[in-house]
């Protein structure tokens, strides 16, 4: 009984909480679950029709347990794309998620060798591994971006400014954050509230509230990390 339409051009929040199946609605969406019931439609042909290299190219995800990859900073970013290699582009995604200073401050740049394998490379803080992973999805020309809770480990507060800062850079043309903290959910168009294996409510924040039912309850309950 989990029935809703997504749409180009906005940005959606997809809530609830732990084992709510947040997480599942993604992976159904990305091909790896072949087995359910009912249909799930891209531009209105069932997604079992379509080849897996084209639901693979329609979508760029930043996973929640993201890997950390012992290459080149410039081989991260372009990881995946297959499109080919641009350094404007590279650099522009750089920069608009505010490693150009870091990257200023190595001596081989976009080549620094990131990780811990070999004599010269470089590692990265938690912060700046996320932020060189929102790179990586502004490079790509995926159509449809996912957040699946890749700032988990963080604090709350933290996690909306690394959401917040996706808002501000990101194309913002087909967006899905997932998450179980819903200061990022504030700033979707549109939030997707699942409960009960179902889609229980959907609306802006703003509407949400005015509803008082379940995302009301789980904000009031959570608003005190934000403050």
């Given at each position: 009984?989990?029935?809703?339409?997504l749409?180009?051009?906005?940005?959606?929040?997809?809530?609830?909480?732990?084992?709510?199946?947040?997480?599942?609605?993604?992976?159904?969406?990305?091909?790896f679950?072949?087995?359910?019931?009912?249909?799930i439609?891209i531009?209105?042909?069932?997604?079992?029709?379509?080849?897996y290299?084209?639901?693979?190219?329609?979508?760029?995800v930043?996973?929640?347990?993201?890997a950390r990859y012992s290459?080149s900073?410039?081989?991260?970013?372009?990881?995946g794309?297959?499109?080919?290699p641009?350094?404007?582009?590279?650099?522009?995604?750089?920069?608009?998620?505010?490693?150009?200073?870091?990257?200023?401050?190595l001596?081989?740049?976009?080549?620094?060798?990131?990780?811990?394998?070999?004599k010269?490379?470089?590692?990265?803080?938690?912060?700046?591994?996320q932020?060189?992973?929102l790179?990586?999805?502004?490079?790509?020309?995926?159509?449809?971006?996912?957040?699946?809770?890749?700032?988990?480990?963080?604090?709350p507060?933290?996690?909306?400014?690394?959401?917040?800062?996706?808002?501000k850079?990101?194309?913002?043309?087909?967006t899905?954050?997932?998450?179980?903290r819903?200061?990022?959910?504030?700033?979707?168009?549109?939030?997707?509230?699942?409960?009960?294996?179902?889609?229980?409510?959907?609306g802006?924040?703003e509407?949400?509230?005015?509803?008082?039912?379940?995302?009301?309850d789980?904000?009031?309950s959570?608003?005190s990390?934000?403050?």
């Open positions: 009984n989990c029935s809703f339409r749409n180009k051009g906005t940005v959606y929040a997809v809530v609830g909480e732990n084992g709510a199946g947040k997480s599942t609605i993604i992976k159904l969406l990305l091909g679950y072949d087995n359910y019931s009912g249909e439609l531009n209105g042909k069932n997604i079992r029709e379509y080849p290299r084209e639901i693979k190219a329609a979508f760029s930043v996973n929640q347990n993201f290459i900073i410039r081989e991260n970013i372009m990881l794309s297959t499109a080919d641009d350094e404007k582009k590279i650099r522009e995604a750089v920069r608009k998620v505010g490693l150009e200073e870091k990257l200023d401050s001596e081989n740049g976009l080549d620094t060798e990131l990780g811990r394998v070999g010269v490379t470089t590692e990265l803080s938690l912060g700046q591994w932020r060189l992973i790179a990586r999805m502004l490079y790509s020309d995926a159509p449809v971006q996912i957040l699946d809770e890749p700032t988990a480990a963080i604090d507060i933290q996690e909306s400014n690394i959401y917040q800062l996706f808002k850079v990101g194309r913002n043309d087909f899905i954050f997932i998450t179980h819903l200061g990022a959910a504030r700033i979707a168009d549109k939030i997707l509230v699942l409960a009960g294996g179902a889609a229980a409510e959907e802006s924040h509407e949400l509230m005015e509803r008082r039912g379940i995302y009301y789980m904000y009031r959570q608003s990390w934000y403050e």
